[in-house]
């Protein structure tokens, strides 16, 4: 059984910085693609970032691209979102989604991804 556990979320700044983590365990980590969405109220689950297996490379929305790292530590099973130059627009609920096994679907869509955490709320202050 997989659990992804996110951490990290909080209130911020707008033009602030904030990270979030997420932790894997319950299977090998290393072996497929991360991914972070996210969701505001009363939208859908939007693509974020992504990572690949060995994080030799990386995608992101368009949204975010530029102010939004997304990295990954095999040794300790965990991935990350550096946040940087937030805006209000970037409240939501984000996710973090772990492959499992081999997909055809785009890293930047929800089919990609067999394992979800719960979320963790960002919420960006004007």
């Known amino acids: 059984q997989v659990q992804l556990v996110e951490s990290g979320g909080g209130l911020a700044q707008a033009g602030g910085p904030l990270r979030l983590s997420c932790a894997a365990s319950?299977?090998?980590?290393?072996?497929?693609?991360m991914g972070w969405f996210r969701q505001a109220p009363g939208k859908e689950r939007e693509f974020v970032a992504a990572i690949n297996w060995s994080g030799g490379a990386t995608y992101y929305a368009n949204s975010v691209k530029g102010r939004f790292t997304i990295s990954r530590d095999n040794a300790k099973n965990t991935v990350y979102l550096q946040m940087n130059s937030l805006g209000p627009e970037d409240t939501a609920v984000y996710y973090c989604?772990?492959?499992?096994?081999?997909?055809?679907?785009?890293?930047?869509?929800?089919?990609?991804?067999?394992?979800w955490g719960q979320g963790t709320q960002v919420t960006v202050a004007s």
């Open positions: 319950g299977r090998t980590f290393s072996t497929y693609a």
């Open positions: 989604a772990l492959q499992g096994k081999p997909q055809l679907a785009p890293m930047g869509s929800t089919r990609r991804y067999d394992n």
